[in-house]
């Protein structure tokens, strides 16, 4: 009998310690629908994790055409076979009633249903009549994390040499953009040094506002073995919230929103004056530690106290935590992508890893993480508008490499100025320049910050809009068509997550109606739009998703994410593999830099790097002068404090974030009975002294403001740091009476409050430096949050809310070994 436990109230499941240096044991997690056996699966289908960017492998069950549930894959590296709660009960909102079946064109302010010749038509006669009125500048795509390579590299191509737009931008713009720039700025191209491997040998761990456990579970699975191992490593986390991180940590920060320059100098001045770096790897492999170190020089524990509010003496112990390991591994995410400074704080934590020479070896590394299942896909294709790749657009011969795989003139690829990125895509579409805007697989109506400006982008008549997703989401709501996709284990296609590993996920089942994949829409938008080579072939000559893998693959070759290794019967054959991949490296490769830093040589480069403060890009010139060898760079950067200061009327800082049970808007997880009941509905929370200051105790009504908008929910009491408020932002308005906006009840959408604001090297949106007030609505007399407990949500009282449970519909099997 195989042991099975409620993954709602265990979300991590039970443990299986193991030692530094060993291998992760095997810990087989599976959940098949009510009333179905496992001899009644008809067959095992093989893909990966959607719901975040872990890349957990699983197998789809399948049984009369329909997916009847999961497990997971014991060989992969990634997992091991486990699996976390929106892994184990999301592919059931692949059977949600309300998936689009039809495409919809708009007629009379109404969204009516049509056959896809008459959609489709309508695309293209606004594309053709655009291009011959305004040019190409009138039209933009805006895409997501969650598609397959093999759709954003085709969406790559049809934007940058179809259409000839630089307006091409994913949402990974909201969530890894940092990580993208960070990476070029130190080492020259994207692409993560570390692996998850790492985890198996490290005697450090750092996360940096890394709420791992919720936003990587299995992840944080693989922590909690090693933590409950008998040679456990140490652990620190940066983090304002009470994580389970948090929780388990040996040392933890919380510091106020927008300090985390300050406070990662802090850790820098520390790792110097105690005589920490290592000399020789600095000397061999850098370039600008002179500079770094005279501009630290006065970052002292005391200094970055003041600041950051944050104890002298934890900052001394958090700096011989990392300045003391054998073997460090660091990993990042929104706490800092999403803050103030944030391509500058992320360099910092780079800057640490080459000062003390953690790289390239096992336990030493660094992850600078996605949010998304396939978001590292949409940097390395170009969808996030950068070249295909990781080929630099200040470089006249990659534009030229790229126009010869795509048999064009370098004209056709746009790379006179930078690529737009979603922030300004959006203005563009504002003030009028941009007329036409395909978006494919994200929901920007609740996504994006400022949301009632959002909105009215959206509802312009003069702006035509494309929305190509699986349910009539809030932005889907307000476009001009909508296209009904197929999605994951609907269609096939390939993805890769943060550590580079890529993974097939093979088509499984039929789409609903008459849904298609997104490469089939691409397709055949493409074939209607007739785009041409110079030889006067199509421009897009794949024509399924195999072929279009292959042509990728070629893409890829001789660049850091080379797949020139990998086949399609090979990652059926062998699970995930890790880029690159090669003939050289065909098992591919654990980790990058193991012998020196690889892609910084100013003709290889991504990037030549741009100005931290003002996003300024750096010529060529400059490049070539400051780093002729192609070393990595550290880049120094000076704390800047935020730009919505708290005031006495807005006195507390807004923080926005992610609870384990959601993804994004929820238009996936909201649809899944036991994630949905998990996690319900928006909260609030506070600390207890902040309730008392305020006035208001558990479970009351209260309404959280910002300058731009407000939001309702009940409160929490947690351990959250002194001075901030913390909402989650996945709950947006679709079910909910209204459908795509707040009513008169107050708004739902923590987005109504975040600011027009982003960083100026990443163009990340900063969703964590808002200014903001708490007031009451009504007492709770008895009402109880909706927060979870299990998670960082958990309250101060344990006794202020009955334990968040799944019940018997949320038993998984869980078996260890092979």
Known sequence: MQPEVDRIAQPWGERTPYERGGTWPVRVDAYLAPGVRAEAVQRWVPTASVLHSGGDAMDVAVADGRIVGVRGRARDRVNRGRLGPKDLFGWQANHARDRRTTPLVRRGGRLVPCDWDTAMAEVVSRSRHLLAERGPDALGCYTSG?????????????????LGTRHLDGNTRLCTATAAEALKQSFGSDGQPGSYEDIDHADALALFGHNMAESQPVLWMRVLD??????PPRLLCVDPRPTQVARHATVHLAPRSGTNVALFNALLHEVIRTGRVDHAFVAAHTVGYAELAERVAGCTPEWAARICDVPARAIEEAAELVGGAERLLSTVLQGVY?????????CQINNLHLLRGMLGRPGCGVLQMNGQPTAQNTRECGANGDLPGFRNWQNAAHVAELARIWNVEPSRVPHDAPPTPAMEIFRLAEQGTIRWLWISGTNPAVSLPELHRIRRILSDPGLFTIVQDLYLTETAQLADVVLPAATWAEKTGTFTNADRTVHLSDKAVEPPGDARPDLDVFLDYARRMDFRDRAGRPLVGWHDAESAFAAWRECSRGRPCDYSGLSYPRLRAGGGIQWPCTQEAPGGTARLYTDGITWADPDLCESYGKDLATGEPASEADYRSRNPDG??????????????????????QLNTGRTIYHFHTRTKTGRVPQLNAAAPEVWVEVSAAEARRHGVAEGDLVEVASPRGAVRGRLRVTELRDGMVFLPFHYGYWDTREGDRPDERGGRAANEMTVTDWDPASKQPLYKTAAARLTLVERGNGATSPAPTTTASAPVDPAAAPPTTGGPSAVASQRAGE
């Open 146 to 162: 969650q598609l397959f390579l093999e759709e954003y590299y085709t969406l790559a191509v049809i934007a940058h040499v179809g």
């Open 226 to 231: 090693r933590l409950a191992g008998t040679s």
């Open 338 to 346: 999403q803050s103030h400074q944030a391509t500058a704080a992320a």
């Open 631 to 652: 070393k990595a760079l550290l880049r120094p950067a000076d704390y800047q404090p935020p730009h919505e200061p708290t005031s006495a009327t807005y006195p507390l």
